[in-house]
């Protein structure tokens, strides 16, 4: 097979995987396909802030049986200077899962590219919109490129949420082995008062 064989070959395959003419998606099947897009990364997005609270409610109740252990291998552990670190860990946690909560404003946007949206979709402000004001946009909308803006609004908006919600499980990760060492820490103490960590 020659080299000109090869090239038209793999041109021929780079094609294909095109659409054209009748294969290529209609306009009604590409604004559903928006629609769908935009209903899924809600989701996405509600599903976080969901877990994030979950995650609130199990993390404050499991402090209530972990303070029990820490107390009954050693009783003065409230007084020492690891269980107040480890109590700023455990606040810090908390507030890290509800900053998942925590609202996200995206303030100006690249995402859109060249494409001249409106953003009627979802209004930022809408003080700054009147009722005739909205009206005269709405007759010049180009669907198509205000549902693709704001569906690549809300992928980024899921994005900033996934990541704080990471943080928040390193921060729980970190929490629960900080209550191991403590333990093994305070167990020291109860035996013998000349341990370091006694001291403070």
Known sequence: MSANTIETSLAEEAAAGVPEGDDAPSKEERIDFLKQAIAFTEWNIR???????????????????????????????????????????????VLLFGFVIWPVTLTRSNLTGTWETKGLFYVGDPNRLTANLYTDRLKSLVIEAELAAETLKLASIREIKSRRFRHALVATIAFYVSVIITLLLLRNCATSDRFWACRY
């Open 47 to 93: 599903s976080f802030d969901t877990k994030a609270q979950i995650s609130i409610a199990a993390f404050v109740l499991s402090m209530n049986p972990l303070w029990s252990i820490i107390t009954s291998a050693y009783a003065q552990a409230g007084s020492r200077l690891v269980v107040a670190v480890l109590l700023l860990l455990f606040v810090a946690t």
